[in-house]
């Protein structure tokens, strides 16, 4: 079955930088875009980034361009997210997930079980 | 930015029909997506392409889209269907939008 198992997420003061890490099984990892959506505490769902199957195309909310880098190892099965000059607004909890693309869309089937960032000093 | 309209909440009592709408200019030519939140868990895909429903999601979940609002309705609403509800499409340039959630309460 489908596993993405999120890890690296913690404390860290503002300005600081964090490596997240999703490790997915149960699927032909190589084949399918991912993507980074995350949760504020008490808040809503916002997308935060998606790569392609071979990395070729990245996309960001305009929220975290410049700051955060998505990537992906697909002999690790796993994929990354590099964030950058941490703010407080970034405390969140981040889940990576599979994406299903579509003529005009794209989307996700399946999520992980996310971790928290929590960026205060 | 583009944007998603839900309502913050909606209250059934059980075995009512519950509606969630999510209004947004480009819904006539972008698909909706729904997700199913519940507390402290990852969300959950109830309804793809405005109307689909996944493989073991219940029948009382369906989706529909006509102009620029997309309606999810849980018919006869069960209280383990309390939970938040997101809209999801994407906007011309390619990135993903959510609407605020709705939050379901059924009691």
């Known amino acids: 079955q489908v596993q993405l198992v999120e890890s690296g997420g913690g404390l860290v003061k503002p300005g600081g930088s964090l490596r997240l890490s999703c490790a997915a099984s149960g699927f032909t990892f190589s084949d399918y875009y991912m993507s980074w959506i995350r949760q504020a505490p008490g808040k809503g769902l916002e997308w935060v980034s998606y790569i392609s199957s071979s990395s070729s195309y990245t996309n960001y909310a305009d929220s975290v361009k410049g700051r955060f880098t998505i990537s992906r190892d697909n002999a690790k099965n796993s994929l990354y997210l590099q964030i950058n000059s941490l703010r407080a607004e970034d405390t969140a909890v981040y889940y990576c997930?599979?994406?299903?693309?579509?003529?005009?869309?794209?989307?996700?089937?399946?999520w992980g079980q996310g971790i928290l960032v929590t960026v205060s000093s | 930015s583009y944007e998603l309209t839900q309502p913050p909440s909606v209250s059934v009592s059980p075995g009512q029909t519950a509606r969630i709408t999510c209004s947004g200019d480009?819904?006539?030519?972008?698909?909706a997506y729904w997700y199913q939140q519940k507390s402290g868990q990852a969300p959950v895909l109830v309804i793809y392409e405005d109307s689909k429903r996944p493989s073991g999601i219940p029948e009382r979940f369906s989706g529909s889209s006509s102009g620029t609002m997309a309606t999810l309705t849980i018919s006869g609403a069960q209280v383990e269907d309390e939970a938040d509800y997101y809209c999801y499409s994407t906007d011309s340039s390619g990135k993903g939008v959510f609407g605020g959630g709705t939050k379901l309460t059924v009691l």
């Open positions: 480009a819904l006539p030519k972008k698909y």
């Open positions: 997930a599979r994406v299903l693309k579509v003529v005009t869309s794209y989307y996700f089937d399946y």
